[in-house]
């Protein structure tokens, strides 16, 4: 399985910061996946670019693809903008999830603008741009993506809910 993660930020594409969220949403990943091969991208926060960056990554079959920053408010955070170019559909429950479980500890997790959705059978979810609340949403998230990803692929198990058990009773 190939997993990416493409970190958005002009100061860290340009050498003028280094990029730790991206690195350690990878190291995340591969706790979770340690069969996968996590590819790793670096670039501005420029929405053409982003949307090539996506559409390149699930041509190749990429499974689950990580955005990690552009979600904010600034001028120049255009990730989830660049992101619904290349959506078939979304998954707004993933990015609400992140969010509200970010608010807990964080009030400004509620200003992230994030997305999640498919593109064909590829994932893909952006994450805030700093390390800490880039791995605390993508731990908040991490067993519905490993559900959400066998799905896409076509999988046909749910797991027992309460809501809808098919179950005799």
């Known amino acids: 399985m190939q997993l990416a993660v493409i970190t958005v ?10 990029d730790t969220a991206g690195p350690a949403v990878a190291a995340l990943l591969k706790r979770e996946w340690p069969e996968a091969e ?11 670019t982003i949307a090539a960056t996506l559409e390149q990554f699930c041509s190749e079959g990429t499974a689950l693809i990580l955005t990690v920053g552009g979600t904010g408010l600034g001028p120049r955070d255009r990730t989830p903008e660049a992101t619904r170019r290349v959506l078939d559909r979304e998954a707004p429950g993933l990015a609400e999830a992140m969010r509200a479980n970010g608010a807990r500890s964080n009030a400004y ?4 603008r994030g997305v999640a959705g498919l593109r064909g059978s590829t994932l893909i979810v952006n994450l805030p741009g700093s390390r800490r609340g880039a791995e605390e949403s993508l731990a908040s998230i991490v067993a519905l993506l490993h559900h959400g990803l066998a799905i896409a692929a076509g999988g046909q198990s749910h797991p027992y809910s309460a809501v809808c058990d098919p179950r005799p009773r």
Do not use: F
Not at 10 to 18: A, V, Y
Not at 109 to 112: E, K
């Open 9 to 18: 930020s002009d100061r860290c594409s340009q050498g003028q910061m280094t």
């Open 38 to 48: 996590v590819r790793p991208a670096l670039v501005p926060d420029d929405e053409a």
């Open 109 to 112: 997790a509620w200003l992230s």
